[in-house]
């Protein structure tokens, strides 16, 4: 007679088989050597980015290329406040023009009037 299937014993079993072998895997030395040569490559790769980001920084070119940038950013600031400038003037023109159309045209109402 077959044994009879429980399938929370089967489960348990298989906990219990999983649970050992990550300990397994957990505890192995390939797996510690791995640990180690990962960090000791982060570690190089971490002072490699540091030190190029250093150079980068003290760099002639990278500033004469801060200087290129600021000069153009204040240019365009220069060219913004001229735009600006001559929009508030044509602004102020036409609402000139339009206050001498409305003056214009209450007189015309007015003059009807009488």
Do not use: C, W, Y
């Amino acid at each position: 007679m077959p044994k009879k299937q429980n399938l929370g014993e089967e489960l348990k079993g298989f906990g219990i088989e999983l649970a050992k072998a990550f300990n397994e895997m957990r505890t192995s030395k390939e797996l510690k050597t791995l640990e180690k040569d990962l960090s000791k490559a982060l570690k190089l790769i971490s002072t490699s980015v540091v030190r190029s980001l250093k150079v980068a920084k003290d760099s002639d070119s990278a500033h004469r290329l801060t200087k290129k940038m600021k000069r153009v950013v204040d240019a365009g600031a220069v060219q913004g406040k001229i735009g600006a400038q001559k929009a508030q003037e044509a602004a102020a023109d036409g609402l000139r023009q339009a206050k001498k159309l409305v003056g214009q045209l209450a007189e015309k109402i007015k003059d009807r009037s009488k």
